[in-house]
């Protein structure tokens, strides 16, 4: 069994994290830090401290209506993708121990390919 880096749980809710295949499992959120557990191998699991989390990605559609996924954006290890039954809630409670200045929505489609033409035309 895997020993859990928080003392205090605010919020456990079911969750689905996009780690090459989708686990599903259950997201913990605590005051030290972001967990996800696997509901089928207990060895599959994320344990992500605060201090580690850089940045939390949001994509949110239909002007804030509909969320469909979020990620962790962390300092060492990259980032890790989730999406949950109740994305505002977990939002809520990442939002009492991250900056919300940490806290920032992803970039839109469109806002991808507007990027992705305006740098063809500036390498030539």
């Known amino acids: 069994m895997v020993q859990s880096i928080n003392t205090k749980v605010d919020l456990v ?6 780690t ?6 259950q997201i913990m959120i605590g005051d030290n830090g972001f967990e996800f557990y696997n509901t089928r191998d ?5 344990q992500i401290p605060w201090e580690e989390v850089d940045y ?10 509909w969320i469909p996924r979020y990620a962790i954006q962390t300092k060492r290890n990259g980032t890790y993708t989730f999406s949950s039954k ?8 990442i939002r009492k121990y991250v ?9 839109s489609f469109f806002d991808v390919v ?3 033409i305006r740098g063809i035309f500036k390498r030539k």
């Open 99 to 107: 900056d919300e200045n940490r806290m920032v929505q992803s970039l």
């Open 86 to 93: 109740e994305p505002k809630k977990v939002l809520r409670a």
């Open 56 to 65: 939390v990605l949001a994509s949110v559609m239909f002007k804030g209506k």
């Open 20 to 25: 090459g295949l989708t686990d599903y499992g």
């Open 42 to 46: 207990k060895r599959k699991y994320i």
């Open 13 to 18: 809710i079911d969750a689905t994290a996009f």
């Open 114 to 116: 507007k990027r992705g």
